[in-house]
């Protein structure tokens, strides 16, 4: 007759570790010798689980087990049941998601014959090592580039062979720890160091800083919207965020949808956290007390303003400069204002 399932232990990345093929009901599951699937998880009873078909349908009945049965999100106790599949057993109705269960600290999946497959996914297309090393190596030129540009704009040239050198040295010992850490945690949960991958990562996240400190503060000035370079802070944890996502991809594979809250949580929380420290630093939401790049006139794409015009629009002020002239001072200038 063929199988009637297949039972899949599933290790931490979901990976099949070990595949039973179901011959018979009742399907008995625990440490026993005497079980059809045998689990040496010492939080398993000895008799933990056993699944058979009866007029319902095919149904999970738990055991004497401390610690139960967890069916997707219900959790089963001792001596309760449930239905898996509705109906006679042995029937194929149409398709179906196999049926994920935790026994102590072990994932089970079973599979019916009745239950679709996924579709077939195609193979990467096979390219020589130059042609997938050809794309890694043009953005980690591009990064020194931009980074020894940054150096040249803000370093005398005297101090610049210096400082460029002591650049390169600072970004090539912070991305081997870095992503060694990373390529660490990778082997000890998924026995896959992936240091390729999190070299990626940090190259491409790198990048992406480098021009969310260029690319907003340009159109501020371009387009006179002062928000942009004050708020660019957002993009920077925005980036950070999407970094440590695909670093923790690595390293918890299986769990892509937590992974993705945990790393929405982390920049909620940065983005919070730093506009708090910024209104009781500065009294304001953003980090710029004023706009102060300056890029070529030739940039300057909105209209400027007549002096008068200028002038009048800071009358305004005038309420909230003398407000503040009569707070008390704080600080070390306190007693000198005093």
């Known amino acids: 007759m063929g199988a009637l399932g297949l039972l899949e232990v599933l290790d931490r990345d979901g990976q099949v570790r070990q595949a039973v093929a179901v011959t018979h009901w009742p399907l008995r599951v625990g440490r026993a010798l005497d079980n059809d699937v045998v689990l040496s998880d010492p939080h398993v009873a000895a008799e933990h689980l056993s699944i058979a078909p009866d007029e319902r349908g095919l149904v999970l009945t738990v055991g004497a087990t401390r610690n139960g049965v967890r069916l997707g ?30 026994v102590g600290q072990t994932r089970l999946r079973l599979r019916l014959p009745d239950h679709t497959l996924a579709p077939e996914l195609a193979l990467a297309p096979s390219a020589s090592f130059a042609r997938r090393l050809g794309p890694f190596v043009g953005a980690a030129l591009l990064l020194v ?45 998924t026995r896959q160091a992936r240091f390729g991958w999190h070299l990626r990562v940090f190259v491409l996240a790198s990048l992406a800083l480098l021009a969310n400190s260029a690319v907003p503060a340009l159109l501020a000035f371009a387009l006179s919207w002062p928000w ?31 992974l993705r809250w945990v790393a929405v949580t982390c920049a909620l929380l940065g983005v919070a956290l730093t506009l708090w420290f910024n209104v009781q630093r ?22 400027p303003v007549a002096v008068d015009t200028f002038i009048d629009g800071l009358a305004p002020l005038k309420a909230t400069l003398d407000r503040q002239a009569r707070e008390p001072g704080h600080g070390d200038d306190a007693g000198a204002a005093d």
Do not use: N, Q
């Not at 803000?154 to 720890?177: C, E, S």
């Not at 957002?234 to 970094?243: R, T």
């Open 73 to 102: 999100a219900r959790k089963l106790r001792a001596g309760d049941d449930a239905t898996l599949r509705a109906g006679d057993a042995t029937a194929l109705p149409a398709g179906g998601e196999p049926i994920t269960l935790t």
């Open 145 to 189: 580039a931009g980074l020894l540009f940054k150096v040249y704009l803000d370093t005398d040239p005297d101090a610049l062979a210096r400082a460029a050198g002591a650049m390169l040295l600072t970004t090539l010992v912070g991305a081997a720890v870095w992503c060694g850490a990373w390529a660490l945690l990778s082997k000890t949960f």
């Open 228 to 258: 942009l370079s004050d708020f660019a802070f957002v993009g920077d944890i925005a980036i950070a965020a999407a970094a440590l996502y695909f670093h923790l991809l690595a390293v918890e594979p299986a769990h892509p949808r937590g």
């Open 282 to 303: 500065s009294g304001r939401y953003g980090d710029e007390l004023y706009m102060s790049h300056l890029f070529p006139p030739a940039l300057r794409l909105a209209r």
